[in-house]
């Protein structure tokens, strides 16, 4: 059975010039559909949560994603030598 997170990619600056993803882990969903809806509901609430981690950032955009891509997401972005 396929797990959806959501994904909060955060805006790349000259003061941020990191490509940086906020996972949220807990509420997990069943489907796609599931988690977009659950999303737009709750934006605000999720970028006011990703902002609050990142010092104030802006988020770029938010992703429902699933678990196998994810990973395959985090194992590009590692950095080496760095465990995911």
């Known amino acids: 059975m396929e797990t959806f997170y959501i994904i909060i990619a955060m805006m790349i600056s000259p003061m941020y010039p990191n490509s940086d993803i906020y996972i949220i882990s807990d509420p997990t969903f069943m489907s796609s559909e599931q988690c977009v809806q659950f999303v737009g509901i709750e ?42």
Do not use: D, H, W
């Open 43 to 84: 934006q605000q609430g999720l970028v006011n949560r990703a902002r609050s981690e990142f010092m104030g950032r802006p988020v770029e955009n938010i992703y429902c994603m699933e678990e196998q891509e994810l990973q395959k997401l985090l194992t590009y972005m590692k950095k080496p030598g760095e465990e995911i």
